[in-house]
Every structure is written in structure tokens, then in C-alpha cells.
């Protein structure tokens, strides 16, 4: 059974760092591109960041490009996104989500979700 | 590439045949898929690339559509059907979602 169980999420100040991490299982993860997607509270989801198979290539949401970072490490089985210069229109579930890239395309097992707060 | 979902909420009865649409701001072929959300859960795709069921939903859920005009049907509302529906397209990064539809019970 596929699962991804995110960690990570806190109550940060504005202008503060957070890292949030993905344990994947169920899959071979080192087979399939990732994604963050978040979804700040009463809103619909917002894309966030993708990552390749191999960490190889990226991409980010323009509202977050220069700010978060995301990696993983295909040995030890783990997503991550580093979150910088956080703001409080960051507040949002952030979910780590599996993407089928190829030849379709789609989000088919997400992570229950992990809470990032900004606030003073 | 911007998506535009109507309507933003429905109202509909348990039996009724409804029909949710989204339209993208330009051409995406079929690089779309829609999704479920129920309250304190993660979406669930229903449909990819437009027009293919997602293993294990049911079928009273169909998808079709090309370009830029898609539309998601529920063939006979169900109980646990009533929910917040979602497209997402996958055509380039960034890829979006539409802004949703809420489906409640009449």
C-alpha cells in the first residue's frame, strides 16, 4: 500500500525557516517525480514545487521561486522542502504528493498533510 | 495557463446527473485531470489525461474534452458524492488548478 507521511510542519514567525520532510512507502521511490502542493485554509490546492525521479530538475510556483528549496534523497527514501523567508500568506496544509509523469499525467497518492503556520 | 471551473457551488439531489466544466485559458490537449476533496481530506484524482477513470472509482464519473473546454459528469449522484471537485492541468509548469466546485445536496 502506497503511503507518504509528512513531518515537519510548525508555527514560525514571518521571516523564518522550516523544513519539511516526506517518508514515502509502499513504492520504489526513487521511480517516480514528486510534488508539494499546499492549500491554505477554506482555499482550493496550489501547486508549490516538483522534483524529477532523479533530483535532476525542479520547478517552483512563482510565489514561492527563491524562497523554498526542494530535494530528496533517493538512498534514504525521503522528500524534503525547505521553506525560507516564510510569510503569513504561506499558512497552508502542505501535502506531499506522487506524480505520474508520463505518458499521463496526474497526482495519484498524497500524504494526509502536515501544518505550516506563519504568524507573529 | 489559467483554469476556470463552473459553476463555483451547485446544488443538486441525491439521483440527479450533474455536470461541472473547465475551461483552460489556452490550448492544454487532454493534460487534465479531475479530483475529489471532501472536508479534512486529501483530493483524490477521479479522472487523467481528460477522459480516463483513475482505477478503482466509479463509473458513474466520466470526463471528456480537448483543447481547452472539459467537462466532468456524474451520471447518478450518490450520498458520498457531494463534495468539492477540482481540475488540474498538466501542460507546462506551472500546473494550476482551477478555483473549484462545490457540490451540496438540495
Known amino acids: 500500500e502506497v503511503q507518504l507521511l509528512e513531518s515537519g510542519g510548525d508555527l514560525v514567525q514571518p521571516g523564518g525557516s522550516l523544513r519539511l520532510s516526506c517518508a514515502p512507502s509502499g513504492f520504489t521511490f526513487k521511480n517516480y517525480a514528486m510534488t508539494w502542493v499546499r492549500q491554505a485554509p477554506g482555499k482550493g490546492p496550489e501547486w508549490v514545487s516538483t522534483?524529477?525521479?532523479?533530483?535532476?530538475?525542479?520547478y517552483y510556483a512563482d510565489s514561492v521561486k527563491g524562497r523554498f528549496t526542494i530535494s530528496r534523497d533517493n538512498s534514504g527514501n525521503t522528500l524534503f522542502l525547505q521553506m525560507s523567508s516564510l510569510r503569513t500568506e504561506d499558512t497552508a496544509l502542505y501535502y506531499c504528493?506522487?506524480?505520474?509523469?508520463?505518458?499521463?499525467?496526474?497526482?495519484?497518492?498524497w500524504g494526509q498533510g502536515t501544518l505550516v503556520t506563519v504568524s507573529s | 495557463i489559467q483554469l476556470t471551473q463552473s459553476p463555483s457551488s451547485l446544488s443538486a439531489s441525491v439521483g440527479d446527473r450533474v455536470t461541472i466544466t473547465c475551461r483552460a485559458s489556452q490550448g492544454i490537449n487532454t493534460y487534465l485531470a479531475w479530483y475529489q476533496q471532501k472536508p479534512g481530506k486529501a483530493p483524490k484524482v477521479l479522472i487523467y489525461a481528460a477522459s480516463t477513470l483513475q482505477s478503482g472509482v466509479p463509473s458513474r464519473f466520466s470526463g471528456s474534452g480537448s483543447g481547452t473546454d472539459f467537462t466532468l459528469t456524474i451520471s447518478t449522484l450518490q450520498p458520498e458524492d457531494f463534495a468539492t471537485y477540482y481540475c488540474?492541468?498538466?501542460?507546462?509548469?506551472?500546473?494550476?488548478f482551477g478555483q473549484g466546485t462545490r457540490l451540496d445536496i438540495k
Open positions: 488540474q492541468h498538466f501542460k507546462t509548469f506551472p500546473i494550476t
Open positions: 522534483i524529477s525521479n532523479t533530483g535532476g530538475d525542479t
Open positions: 504528493v506522487r506524480y505520474i509523469r508520463g505518458p499521463n499525467y496526474y497526482l495519484d497518492y
